[in-house]
């Protein structure tokens, strides 16, 4: 599975995520915020789909490709912001991601593949894409959840468990379900699944 294009994609796409100004704390010390981001999405990908194809892995890989340059609050703070701010990542990082691979050496066939994963073509047509999405909606209750609740009313969170919830796979819910979470943040997640 790891030829040369590959171990190029990967790296090519790991320097770009060290170039995050934003850091997290690790065990490890301060690592950039899209580095730490790529890695949980990889270690989210491996117990998911062990056995996935090089595309999905880059796809994975490259999710927030070079995100932090387009922040969110350079669009409007309403739902029509945050959709065109949402398309606009999307369709860029899959370029991004595209001519990555392009500059490793795949085909145009493979890197439009891995554009159209990092646009989330096809979500309930597409096996692919649908794990990640799986892994997507995975980091967002495993890394970004709690903070995120903290932030927002309990109506606005439950609301958008529901579309978490409703954009994942059986396979996905059953995974979601084993996370550690606080007793609040799984409380929020009971209401979320029980009003539906």
């Known amino acids: 599975m790891s030829g040369p294009s590959f171990e190029t994609a990967l790296r090519l796409i790991d320097e770009a995520h060290q170039q995050d100004p934003k850091k997290v704390e690790t065990q490890d010390g301060p690592v950039p915020?899209?580095?730490f981001?790529?890695?949980?999405?990889n270690a989210y990908l491996e117990k998911r789909d062990?056995?996935?194809s090089e595309t999905l892995r880059l796809a994975i890989r490259a999710q927030h490709l070079r995100r932090w340059e387009v922040p969110r609050d350079s669009y409007e703070k309403n739902k029509t912001g945050y959709h065109l701010w949402?398309?606009?990542?999307k369709k860029?990082?899959?370029e991004l991601a595209a001519q990555i691979c392009l500059d490793s050496g795949y085909s145009e066939e493979d890197a439009n593949r891995v554009a159209a994963l990092v646009r989330k073509e096809n979500l309930t047509k597409d096996a692919e894409t649908q794990?990640?999405?799986d892994v997507a909606c995975l980091v967002f209750l495993d890394d970004q959840f709690e903070d995120f609740e903290k932030e927002h009313?309990?109506?606005?969170?439950?609301?958008?468990?529901r579309k978490t919830w409703g954009k994942m796979s059986d396979q996905g819910h059953i995974m979601a379900l084993d996370i550690s979470m606080s007793d609040r943040a799984?409380?929020?997640v009971k209401r979320a699944l029980n009003e539906q």
């Open 131 to 133: 794990t990640l999405e």
């Open 86 to 89: 949402r398309t606009f990542l």
């Open 153 to 161: 009313d309990e109506a606005k969170i439950i609301s958008i468990l």
């Open 37 to 41: 981001y790529s890695n949980k999405m």
């Open 33 to 35: 915020y899209e580095l």
């Open 50 to 52: 062990p056995n996935a």
């Open 186 to 188: 799984r409380g929020l």
């Open 92 to 94: 860029r990082q899959a």
